[in-house]
């Protein structure tokens, strides 16, 4: 492996792999693992930048980092496999070391990953689905916008991307809030006015994969691209970066852009949005679930608080967002990009210390100390939560603080 940029840009020899690691905190950094043909620096690059933002607008003590395997679509299970494996061992050093840790992504599934891991010479163990904690903050955020507008029911949806996220997701839409009329895979992109039947898009999905959309009964087929301006009221982008770009946000119809996926908008793209009065809420804010409602599911929180603690607090930070973007005239990536800055290095796993004496001890792994760890880091990032939705409210621009 070649290091370019010290700590931010690494490549494998061969060319089919590269890390970004685009911060460090607490000796550690995260971010999944993207797998395309045609994965470049530069993406990865803003997907890693996007992981830091994430994490320190929510709390999380770790650096953001983003890595990408570049992969032919055409790839046979053991090229794929051979593949991982060969990435894996090329990033074994900074795995075993702690400095980044791989997470599942596009295209990397948990078997794949724990592929990479073994080849890195680190066992995983049992993998959290992070899509469906992602599936929560995503439906909380459109929740609180339609909190603060006058927003008719049913709300038209377009999906661009009908991925795992997208399945969880219409599972927590109801047909009598929600028409989903425009849906978008890799294969192509249907479109219905009257909106399609959730169950039957999930079955077709599981049946077909993305070939899905071809078979969808009574859709017009219309171009990829098209999902992105379909008449709407909430745009759900899913798929690559900057797929919302300068010639697509002109024409742009919906009220409110609610992403799964990260950095969707070029910056043009962004400014535009904004000026036409769509209101354009950041990917690392609508994906957030997917760090912070993991995390506290792993450290010991039921699914049922986990989903009190994003209808309530989360919520209410989506809710302030908006509110304070609006009072300044400013957009709400704005606004939550210059949090996330003034939150830098306030990120501190306040039972780090405690527990490196115990490990130090022979005593990390008793399962009190485990437990008690865990509630510690729970404690944390609903504390954070707490704090950042005054943050919010609290903002004024330009004075260095919030």
């Known amino acids: 492996m070649k290091v370019r940029n010290p700590l931010l840009v690494m490549e494998t020899g061969d060319g089919k792999g590269l890390v970004v690691i685009d911060s460090i905190v607490d000796g550690t950094s995260s971010g999944g693992v993207r797998i395309t043909e045609d994965i470049t620096v530069d993406e990865v690059k803003a997907l890693a930048r996007e992981m830091s933002l994430k994490y320190s607008l929510f ?22 496999r051979r593949l991982l494996r060969s990435f894996g061992g090329c990033i074994a050093p900074i795995v075993r070391a702690g400095i980044y840790y791989p997470g599942t ?16 010479g680190v066992s995983l163990g049992r993998l959290t689905d992070t899509a469906y904690f992602t599936a929560i903050s995503v439906d909380y955020a459109i929740r609180a916008w339609q909190g603060l507008v006058a927003a008719g029911k049913p709300l038209t949806v377009a999906v661009e991307g009908f991925g795992a996220v997208a399945s969880h997701l ?6 009598d809030n929600y028409r989903i009329t425009a849906i978008s895979t890799i294969k192509g992109a249907a479109f219905n006015e009257k909106g399609f039947a959730t169950e039957r898009l999930l079955s ?5 994969g993305d070939d899905m959309v071809t078979k969808i009964p009574d859709a017009r087929k219309i171009e990829k691209k098209e999902v992105l301006t379909a008449p709407v009221d909430v745009l ?8 919302i770009d300068e010639e697509v946000a002109p024409s ?12 969707p908008y070029t910056e043009e793209a962004a400014e535009l949005l904004h000026a036409k009065g769509v209101i354009s809420l950041p990917g690392f804010v609508t994906n957030a679930g997917g760090v912070f409602a993991s995390s506290l599911f792993e450290n010991g929180v039921n699914l049922a608080n986990v989903e009190t603690i994003c209808a309530t607090l989360y919520k209410a930070v989506v809710s302030d967002l908006l509110r304070k973007s609006k009072e300044l005239g400013i957009s709400p990536l704005k ?12 990120r501190k796993d306040r039972s780090h210390d405690f527990y490196s004496r115990m490990a130090r001890a022979g005593l990390a792994n008793l399962p009190l100390l485990r437990k008690l760890r865990g509630g510690a880091r729970a404690r944390n990032i609903i504390d954070s939560l707490k704090t950042l939705s005054a943050e919010m409210s609290n903002y004024q621009e330009g004075t260095g603080a919030s």
């Open 59 to 80: 709390g999380l003590p770790r650096g953001g980092a983003k890595s990408g395997i570049r992969m032919s679509s055409g790839a046979s299970a053991e090229e794929k």
């Open 105 to 120: 992504d596009m295209n990397c599934s948990a078997d794949d990953l724990k592929t990479i891991y073994k080849a890195a």
């Open 335 to 346: 606004l939550a990009e210059s949090v996330a800055t003034r939150r830098t290095g306030a």
């Open 170 to 175: 219409f599972t927590r839409l109801p047909s």
């Open 236 to 243: 759900i982008p899913s798929a690559r970066t900057w797929t």
């Open 252 to 263: 742009v119809k919906a009220r409110i852009v609610a992403p799964i996926a990260n950095v």
């Open 204 to 208: 077709l999905r599981n049946e077909f």
